[in-house]
């Protein structure tokens, strides 16, 4: 049981490289902005805007996998939100198959649903302990697709469970029987029910232990082989999204300092920021991690709310050892 512990723990140096994607463009995102307006430091000052995306532009194609990574707080999953139309923008545009996104109407983004999908982080806090989960898979079904009738919802529920890997007799259990591998199943199923065209994972596999972690990511990597899948996949592990991801997008403080595909990134990352994150990925093989050099990020991230911020990274952050690493940007 140790080895196998051992051996589902993704490795930087595993170069399993998923399937090539296709050459139509479905998602295009161009400068595009969030932001919240922050109380002052006084009851009467003013409020300062914290922009939490500021100015990020990337494309995505179909049946590919766009990697997000980066420290927390550095606007992932204020950047997936947003390109879902679940937060406002202040300013860009998100282009979905050639329509604009910012334009549409609320009834049009309603339609949309069905081809955009979200997969958050605990399952527990997005599944109604109230609803069976046979319920919970099928309620996309009934909001977007009526027509169906109930036997014939129940029927694609089944089938949708027996897909992921959950036992369809499960169908009226509730979500605190289950473990949280199981559930965070119930939650993909319910993101592929109403076969969408681009579904965000959103830190799906962080919170689960390493043996459910590899299923889980063999299952969300057979699904899009299957169905021409597009993903965007935020996570913290480098590892997990080597191993599934076409391009990583790098993010800090709400930009993006390095966009590139798989195997240049891993291979030759130039942004120091991104030679920090790599180096921090552990490997369980100890003869390996002891002759590892690291970049150690030191001191805290400058505030979001200095305007400047976005606009560099401070190298002081930066340490090898006891020697300074100060790249000129």
Known sequence: YTRMLLAAIPRLEDETAPNRPGSQTLLAVDDLEVGFPMAGKTLFSPSRPLRAVDGVSFTLNQGETLGIVGESGCGKSTLARAVLQLLPAAGGRVVWLGRDLDAKKTRDIRALRRDLQIVFQDPLASLDPRMPIGVSIGEPLRALRPELGRAGIAARVTAM?????????????????????????????????????????????????????AEIVALIGALQRETGLSLLFISHDLAVVRRLCHRVMVLYLGRVVELADGPALYGDPRHPYTKALLSAVLTPDPKVERGRQRLLLSGDPPSPLDPKAQLRFLPSRLSDGPEQYRPKL
């Open 161 to 213: 469970m027996d897909r992921v890997g959950l036992d369809p007799a499960w169908i009226n259990r509730y979500p605190h029987e289950l473990s949280g591998g199981q559930n965070q199943r119930v939650c993909i199923a319910r993101a592929r029910i109403v076969e969408p065209k681009l579904v965000v994972c959103d830190e799906a596999v962080s919170a689960l232990d390493v043996s459910i972690q």
